[in-house]
């Protein structure tokens, strides 16, 4: 088992930024693929973006390309999610996965998953 835990999140005005962290523990950080979904009030959950074991691949769904920035820390068993220019259709509760498969863009086959975070932008 691995298990996530999401900090970081909260409300910013349009154009801000926030850092989003990811702390795992259970099995080796290193051998998962980790990344981050997200779900807006009344829609599906989304891929964001993932990141690779070593840190060396990333992936991005097109609509935060730019703006968003994935790290990860196998040192400290930390992935994040640095977020500029956050726009309202950003607001959704966002999720921290970890997976064996890279790139995992598939919610109902996402490995692990932690208890999420709210992010509100306000216009």
């Known amino acids: 088992q691995v298990q996530l835990v999401e900090s970081g999140g909260g409300l910013v005005q349009a154009g801000g930024s926030l850092r989003l962290s990811c702390a795992a523990s259970?099995?080796?950080?290193?051998?998962?693929?980790m990344g981050w979904f997200r779900q807006a009030p009344g829609k599906e959950r989304e891929f964001v973006v993932t990141?690779?074991?070593?840190?060396?691949?990333?992936y991005y769904t097109d609509s935060v390309k730019g703006r968003f920035t994935i790290s990860r820390d196998n040192a400290k068993n930390t992935v994040y999610l640095q977020m500029n220019n956050l726009k309202p259709e950003d607001t959704a509760v966002y999720y921290c996965?970890?997976?064996?498969?890279?790139?995992?863009?598939?919610?109902?086959?996402?490995?692990?998953w932690g208890q999420g975070t709210q992010v509100t932008v306000s216009s």
């Open positions: 990141i690779n074991r070593s840190g060396s691949r990333t």
């Open positions: 996965t970890a997976d064996l498969e890279y790139p995992q863009t598939i919610a109902k086959v996402v490995d692990y």
């Open positions: 259970g099995r080796t950080f290193s051998n998962y693929c």
